[in-house]
């Protein structure tokens, strides 16, 4: 898209460049584009093995249509861009048979510097090899790997986990790592990288980076117990940090970003045993789906037997009618017996 240029006529305030930064312009279009070209050979030194796809024109979901569609319109301004997006998201959803917004917002931003093709066969490649189970409506396993982040988070940084833990849950605020990739997080600058990084590595860089981003906010974090402040940091929201931001006067624009992701890869994980913490947060979740449906069983339990006042009074009213009954019953068959 951005070679051409009519993007940059109709597009220079379209939602996906929004954290660009002018990093990427018109002069240096054809360079990156070159550059994030090499993303789908990184891949396949990582998962050695070729991936195969085919463009859909229609989807035969029009529930999940409509609503690629409106993330389209949210996405790009004209009308020719919104329609390649939509053919790429249409074409993965008979992969992955569901739909998360964070697949518009990867293939989206990969679609800015590569063909519709080349950005769903490395969509397809995340969701075999990388993250699978994330891009569904609800994903159990980026849930699961959102506690994860919390117990690593817990042996690097205990003070930091318990500050976290006792304000918000994770899943509140690791999706925009996890899912959405840091698309709307990180500057182009510093998100190209983070993607080259994790095509190399495979998902324990989404570990690294979520330690390395946690440590670049550690003092902000800790001297806050506002949730919504909390949440913000953790997003890298644009109002805190803008696209200039920068920690002191001494560093250069975007260098702040940047260093998020070269102090990620001095992240040492090799006392993590991530297969072992993803059981034990996938038994977690298991007891407590357990807890809930039969927390939802006795309270329907519970509901049954519940007696309202003008029910109980309608039961006495019943049981006084049917004992003066008797009572007058018994009275004439006395009275029958004497004749």
């Known amino acids: 898209m951005i070679i051409s240029k009519k993007f940059w006529e109709e597009e ?39 991936i195969s796809v085919d463009l859909k024109e229609d989807c035969d979901d029009k529930e999940i249509l409509r609503i690629i569609q409106l993330d389209a319109v949210r996405t790009f301004n004209s009308e020719e861009n919104r329609k390649l997006l939509i053919k790429v998201l249409q074409s993965i959803y008979p992969i992955t048979k569901d739909y998360h917004q ?44 959102s506690r ?22 994770p899943e509140a605020f690791v999706s925009k790592w996890f899912i959405g990739l840091n698309v709307h997080v990180l500057t182009f600058e510093s998100l190209l990288l983070f993607f080259e990084h994790l095509l190399k590595e495979g998902e324990i860089f989404l570990f690294k980076y979520s330690i390395g981003l946690c440590r670049a906010l550690e003092h902000e974090l800790m001297s806050t117990d506002d949730v919504s402040r909390i949440l913000a940091l953790l997003r890298l929201d644009k109002k805190i940090f803008p696209n200039d931001y920068k920690e002191s006067d001494n560093q250069e624009i975007g260098e702040f970003f940047m260093n998020i992701i070269y102090n ?33 069983m006795e309270r329907d339990l519970t509901d049954d037997e519940i007696i309202f006042s003008d029910e109980e009074n309608d039961s006495q009213n019943d049981s006084q009618s049917d004992s003066q009954n008797d009572s007058q019953n018994d009275s004439q068959n006395d009275s029958q017996s004497d004749s």
């Open 12 to 50: 220079k305030e379209a939602p996906i460049l929004n954290r660009n930064g002018n990093y990427v312009n018109e002069e240096n279009s054809e360079h990156i584009c070159k550059r994030v070209e090499h993303f789908y050979e990184i891949m396949l030194s990582y998962i050695k093995e070729d």
């Open 102 to 145: 964070g697949v518009s917002f990867i293939s989206s931003f990969l679609l800015l510097f590569l063909e519709p093709k080349e950005v769903v066969k490395i969509i397809v490649g995340l969701h075999k090899y990388y993250l699978s189970g994330y891009f569904k409506a609800m994903p159990k396993a980026y849930v699961r790997d």
């Open 148 to 169: 994860v982040f919390l117990n690593i988070l817990k042996h690097f940084h205990p003070n930091l986990y318990e500050h976290i833990k006792n304000l918000i849950t």
């Open 264 to 296: 990620s890869l001095k992240v040492d994980m090799t006392g993590i045993n991530l297969d072992k913490l993803r059981e034990e947060a996938s038994e977690q979740m298991r007891i407590e789906e357990e807890r809930r449906k039969q927390f939802e």
